[in-house]
Protein backbone atom coordinates (compact mmCIF):
# COMPACT_ATOMS: atom_id res chain seq x y z
CA UNK A 1 0.00 0.00 0.00
CA UNK A 2 2.89 2.49 0.78
CA UNK A 3 4.46 1.64 -2.13
CA UNK A 4 1.50 2.91 -4.62
CA UNK A 5 0.92 6.12 -2.58
CA UNK A 6 4.54 7.13 -3.15
CA UNK A 7 4.25 6.62 -6.80
CA UNK A 8 0.94 8.18 -6.87
CA UNK A 9 2.84 11.06 -4.74
CA UNK A 10 5.37 10.81 -7.49
CA UNK A 11 3.00 11.11 -10.24
CA UNK A 12 0.97 14.02 -8.43
CA UNK A 13 4.46 16.38 -8.03
CA UNK A 14 5.38 15.50 -11.75
CA UNK A 15 2.19 16.66 -13.21
CA UNK A 16 2.17 19.93 -11.68
CA UNK A 17 5.72 20.78 -12.37
CA UNK A 18 4.52 20.00 -16.05
CA UNK A 19 1.51 22.07 -15.96
CA UNK A 20 3.17 25.23 -14.33
CA UNK A 21 5.88 25.16 -16.80
CA UNK A 22 2.88 24.96 -19.57
CA UNK A 23 0.67 27.64 -18.35
CA UNK A 24 3.57 29.77 -16.49
CA UNK A 25 6.46 29.54 -19.21
CA UNK A 26 9.58 31.83 -18.31
CA UNK A 27 9.67 35.24 -19.31
CA UNK A 28 10.85 36.18 -22.91
CA UNK A 29 14.73 37.37 -22.78
CA UNK A 30 14.40 41.15 -23.23
CA UNK A 31 17.70 43.02 -24.81
CA UNK A 32 19.23 45.33 -21.77
CA UNK A 33 20.71 48.64 -22.96
CA UNK A 34 24.09 49.00 -23.27
CA UNK A 35 25.53 51.64 -20.61
CA UNK A 36 28.77 53.18 -22.07
CA UNK A 37 31.80 53.12 -19.50
CA UNK A 38 32.54 56.66 -19.24
CA UNK A 39 35.08 57.89 -16.42
CA UNK A 40 33.64 60.54 -14.51
CA UNK A 41 35.53 63.30 -14.09
CA UNK A 42 34.53 64.08 -11.13
CA UNK A 43 35.40 60.87 -9.08
CA UNK A 44 38.05 59.46 -11.10
CA UNK A 45 39.39 57.47 -8.19
CA UNK A 46 36.07 55.52 -8.24
CA UNK A 47 36.10 54.47 -12.33
CA UNK A 48 40.41 53.68 -11.97
CA UNK A 49 42.58 51.14 -10.74
CA UNK A 50 45.52 53.02 -8.36
CA UNK A 51 47.64 54.46 -10.37
CA UNK A 52 50.70 54.58 -7.84
CA UNK A 53 51.93 53.79 -4.77
CA UNK A 54 53.49 55.07 -2.18
CA UNK A 55 56.68 52.92 -0.51
CA UNK A 56 59.28 54.50 2.41
CA UNK A 57 63.15 53.40 1.41
CA UNK A 58 65.48 53.54 3.60
CA UNK A 59 69.41 51.92 4.59
CA UNK A 60 72.11 52.06 2.11
CA UNK A 61 70.28 54.50 -0.83
CA UNK A 62 71.48 58.07 -1.36
CA UNK A 63 68.10 59.78 -0.68
CA UNK A 64 65.95 57.94 1.85
CA UNK A 65 62.25 58.32 1.75
CA UNK A 66 59.07 58.13 0.49
CA UNK A 67 58.37 58.34 -2.77
CA UNK A 68 55.31 57.71 -5.03
CA UNK A 69 55.47 55.12 -8.47
CA UNK A 70 53.59 53.70 -10.86
CA UNK A 71 51.51 50.41 -9.79
CA UNK A 72 53.47 47.61 -10.64
CA UNK A 73 56.69 49.43 -9.86
CA UNK A 74 59.81 46.93 -8.48
CA UNK A 75 62.05 46.91 -5.60
CA UNK A 76 64.92 48.44 -8.28
CA UNK A 77 62.42 51.50 -9.49
CA UNK A 78 62.28 52.00 -5.74
CA UNK A 79 66.20 52.38 -5.41
CA UNK A 80 66.50 54.19 -7.96
CA UNK A 81 63.63 56.93 -7.11
CA UNK A 82 65.85 57.19 -3.67
CA UNK A 83 68.92 58.09 -5.87
CA UNK A 84 70.44 54.88 -6.27
CA UNK A 85 72.63 52.61 -3.53
CA UNK A 86 75.01 53.77 -1.79
CA UNK A 87 78.92 52.37 -1.65
CA UNK A 88 78.11 50.61 1.78
CA UNK A 89 74.70 48.83 -0.09
CA UNK A 90 74.59 44.45 -0.49
CA UNK A 91 72.18 44.49 -2.84
CA UNK A 92 72.79 40.91 -3.11
CA UNK A 93 70.52 40.67 0.14
CA UNK A 94 67.12 42.19 -1.19
CA UNK A 95 65.59 40.69 -3.64
CA UNK A 96 65.25 43.48 -6.42
CA UNK A 97 62.94 41.82 -8.97
CA UNK A 98 60.37 41.57 -5.94
CA UNK A 99 56.86 43.67 -6.76
CA UNK A 100 55.89 46.68 -4.47
CA UNK A 101 52.96 47.07 -2.75
CA UNK A 102 51.45 50.53 -1.59
CA UNK A 103 52.75 51.36 2.12
CA UNK A 104 55.59 48.88 2.03
CA UNK A 105 59.06 49.75 3.65
CA UNK A 106 62.02 48.97 1.59
CA UNK A 107 65.11 48.70 3.65
CA UNK A 108 68.53 48.19 1.54
CA UNK A 109 71.14 46.51 3.75
CA UNK A 110 74.65 48.01 3.74
CA UNK A 111 78.01 46.71 5.06
CA UNK A 112 77.52 48.49 8.45
CA UNK A 113 74.20 47.07 9.25
CA UNK A 114 73.79 43.52 11.10
CA UNK A 115 72.12 42.44 7.88
CA UNK A 116 74.76 42.75 6.08
CA UNK A 117 75.78 39.18 7.26
CA UNK A 118 73.57 36.05 5.33
CA UNK A 119 71.59 34.62 8.14
CA UNK A 120 71.98 37.69 10.99
CA UNK A 121 68.30 39.14 11.87
CA UNK A 122 67.59 42.43 9.92
CA UNK A 123 67.05 44.47 12.94
CA UNK A 124 69.14 45.20 16.45
CA UNK A 125 67.89 45.09 19.68
CA UNK A 126 66.35 42.75 22.40
CA UNK A 127 62.77 43.59 20.31
CA UNK A 128 64.19 42.43 16.77
CA UNK A 129 61.96 41.82 14.27
CA UNK A 130 62.54 39.97 11.02
CA UNK A 131 61.30 41.74 7.79
CA UNK A 132 59.03 38.98 5.46
CA UNK A 133 59.61 40.45 2.69
CA UNK A 134 63.81 41.08 3.42
CA UNK A 135 64.57 38.18 5.11
CA UNK A 136 66.62 34.74 3.08
CA UNK A 137 66.00 31.51 3.95
CA UNK A 138 69.11 31.60 6.92
CA UNK A 139 66.98 34.20 8.50
CA UNK A 140 63.58 32.76 8.79
CA UNK A 141 65.26 29.68 9.95
CA UNK A 142 66.36 31.30 12.96
CA UNK A 143 62.43 31.89 13.98
CA UNK A 144 61.15 29.10 16.36
CA UNK A 145 59.19 26.25 13.90
CA UNK A 146 60.90 27.85 11.16
CA UNK A 147 63.00 24.96 9.01
CA UNK A 148 64.75 24.85 5.61
CA UNK A 149 61.37 23.37 3.85
CA UNK A 150 59.20 26.11 5.54
CA UNK A 151 61.43 28.92 4.83
CA UNK A 152 61.62 27.98 1.20
CA UNK A 153 57.80 27.51 0.95
CA UNK A 154 57.56 31.04 2.50
CA UNK A 155 59.96 32.55 -0.11
CA UNK A 156 58.20 31.43 -2.55
CA UNK A 157 54.58 32.52 -1.40
CA UNK A 158 56.59 35.92 -1.58
CA UNK A 159 57.95 35.31 -5.09
CA UNK A 160 54.27 34.44 -6.27
CA UNK A 161 52.50 36.20 -4.40
CA UNK A 162 53.98 39.54 -3.90
CA UNK A 163 55.54 40.99 -0.97
CA UNK A 164 53.82 40.19 2.59
CA UNK A 165 51.52 42.85 3.38
CA UNK A 166 50.31 41.53 7.12
CA UNK A 167 51.96 38.89 9.17
CA UNK A 168 48.70 37.38 9.65
CA UNK A 169 49.09 36.49 5.38
CA UNK A 170 51.47 34.00 6.37
CA UNK A 171 48.76 31.58 7.65
CA UNK A 172 48.46 31.05 3.14
CA UNK A 173 51.64 29.33 3.61
CA UNK A 174 51.44 25.53 3.54
CA UNK A 175 52.85 24.47 7.06
CA UNK A 176 52.28 27.28 8.89
CA UNK A 177 48.86 27.40 11.22
CA UNK A 178 47.00 29.49 13.60
CA UNK A 179 49.75 28.25 16.40
CA UNK A 180 52.88 28.83 14.39
CA UNK A 181 51.74 32.01 13.36
CA UNK A 182 50.67 33.47 16.76
CA UNK A 183 54.13 32.69 17.94
CA UNK A 184 55.73 34.04 15.33
CA UNK A 185 53.13 37.17 15.31
CA UNK A 186 55.45 38.79 17.56
CA UNK A 187 58.91 38.24 15.79
CA UNK A 188 58.53 39.42 12.27
CA UNK A 189 57.23 42.61 10.70
CA UNK A 190 55.48 42.11 6.55
Given amino acids: MSR??????????????ALSIIFSPPPAAEELDSIPLV?????PA?????ATLTVHVVGAVKKPGVYELPDGSRITDA?????GMSKK?????LNLAAKLADGQQIILPGTSDASATPGAPQAQGPNAKISLNQADAQTLQTLPGIGPALAKRIIDFRDKN???????ELDAVSGIGPVLLGELSELVIP
Fill in 39 to 43: ADPEH
Fill in 79 to 83: IEAAG
Fill in 46 to 50: ATEPL
Fill in 89 to 93: ARPEL
Fill in 162 to 168: GPFTSVA
Fill in 4 to 17: VAALVLVLVVLAWV
